[in-house]
């Protein structure tokens, strides 16, 4: 079946979601192809098209999970960056006048 058939997606995102549902109700080692199969709605076969056993599909989880990541971190840069920017921006010359507006005298008995 071709990867970028919507079934064949649809179907891969079947499987993670049944499988990190599942996470949350037994242990890893305990976990089976019948578990998943049933938890995604999903006929045999057609997780034997996607992976080779659950090792495989654990693999692929942990690859997705780790693509996710970057794929956010790479949207967000451009953000933090402007708001990081723009915190500096305003905190530094905020911090320079809190910290002159004091009299020096003062200042200097808790140095």
């Known amino acids: 079946m071709n990867e970028s058939d919507e079934r064949y ?6 499987l993670y979601e049944a499988f990190f549902l ?4 037994k242990d890893l080692e305990k976990i089976t192809v019948s578990d998943v199969i049933k938890k995604a709605g ?21 690859d997705k999970t780790i693509k996710d990541i ?11 960056d402007h708001v990081l920017h723009q915190s500096i921006k305003i905190r530094v010359p905020a911090q320079h006048s809190y910290y002159h507006s004091y ?6 008995r808790y140095l």
């Open 9 to 14: 997606s649809t179907a891969e995102d079947a």
């Open 103 to 108: 009299q020096p005298t003062l200042i200097s």
């Open 22 to 25: 599942l996470l949350k109700e």
């Open 42 to 62: 999903i006929v045999r076969s057609t997780f034997y098209n996607h992976y080779e056993n659950i090792p495989a599909l654990i693999n692929a989880a942990e």
């Open 70 to 80: 970057f794929s956010l971190m790479e949207k967000n840069t451009a953000n933090i």
